[in-house]
């Protein structure tokens, strides 16, 4: 590994597994564990890193000097690829989608202070920069830059993730995981057992062609993994009453943070399937945190 990334990796705690102590699930004789990637770093926390950390070793490595990329105005990819690249000494440029907001959120601003040329353009044309899925893909792309996909979706993001789960010592029968892209679901689905089942908690509501964009990156034949759709809590970034209050009780009982895009939404739709009978009695579930706690200054208000 560069030996840039190598001395930031150093600053990293460890991502441990935490058991969930909860009564209310004790009649359901279900035990929970969340892997706290949310611990690993204060801004590159959960899966960004999981998914940058190998994509920053290839433009490192090849010399190249700037990362272009794309995301919401609330985007935590976005906001830790900024602070890598601060770190690091890479620019980066920013494609936001929609109109620029006045004042700019504690998001953008972190990313405009870390030095990140923010590019705003309309959701139409936002859609057509999805079409470009390879590092050298982008049009106009000079040769010192490197275009990195939406949520980094790239296969040398899979290989970041599948260390998550290599690291999960345990024995356990599921592994959960929040989605919006896919790409921590493809890298888990990869590095996982064939005998552990794995679930997706998509945080879009019409998650469209997410299981073929998984297929692609992911070699989905040697895992039993789904898809689970009904927790969106109406599309992605929209929450209401009824999540927030499962979140704030969740933090009271067990002190660990969740924010309501992704691991909120996932811990509520575990919650809702232990309670359902879902899953069967003795079963070990393993869920991931994937941070991203940034996002709660301006979605969790």
Not at 156 to 172: F, R, S
Request: include cysteine; glycine fraction near 10%.
């Amino acid at each position: 590994m560069h030996p840039k990334l190598d001395q930031l990796e150093q600053t990293f705690k460890s991502s441990i597994l935490t058991k969930i102590e909860d009564r209310q699930l004790d009649q359901y004789q279900v035990e929970l564990w969340l892997k706290r990637d949310d611990l690993l770093h204060p801004i590159i926390s959960g899966n960004k890193w999981r998914k940058l950390k190998y994509i920053l070793d290839a433009v490192l490595s090849s010399g190249r000097n700037t990362i272009v990329s794309m995301g919401g105005a609330y985007s935590n990819h976005l906001h830790a690829l900024a602070y890598a690249g601060h770190v690091l000494g890479l620019k980066t440029i920013g494609i936001i989608r929609g109109e620029k907001p006045e004042p700019l959120n504690p998001t953008l601003l972190d990313m405009q202070q870390w030095g990140m040329t923010l590019k705003f353009v309309s959701r139409a044309d936002f859609r057509d920069f999805r079409q470009f899925k390879n590092w050298h893909y982008l049009p106009g792309l000079t040769s010192e830059q490197y275009w990195l996909p939406e949520g980094g979706s790239t296969a040398l993001a899979l290989k970041g993730v599948a260390e998550l789960v290599h690291e999960i010592e345990i024995p356990y029968d599921l592994l959960c995981v929040p989605c919006g892209t896919g790409t921590t679901l493809a890298g888990i689905i990869s590095a996982t057992s064939e005998k552990i089942s794995v679930l997706g908690f998509s945080a879009l509501k019409n998650p469209g062609c997410l299981s073929d964009d998984i297929e692609s990156l992911a070699d989905s034949s040697v895992s039993d993994w789904q898809i689970v759709t009904d927790y969106h809590f109406g599309g992605f970034a929209k929450k209401n009453d009824q999540l927030i209050a499962f979140m704030e009780n969740f933090e009271t009982q067990t002190a660990i943070p969740l924010e309501s895009v992704y691991t909120g939404k996932m811990m509520y739709g575990i919650y809702d399937l232990i309670k359902k009978g879902h899953f069967i009695p003795g079963q070990r579930i393993v869920a991931v945190h994937t941070g991203g706690l940034q996002g709660k200054r301006g979605l969790n208000k």
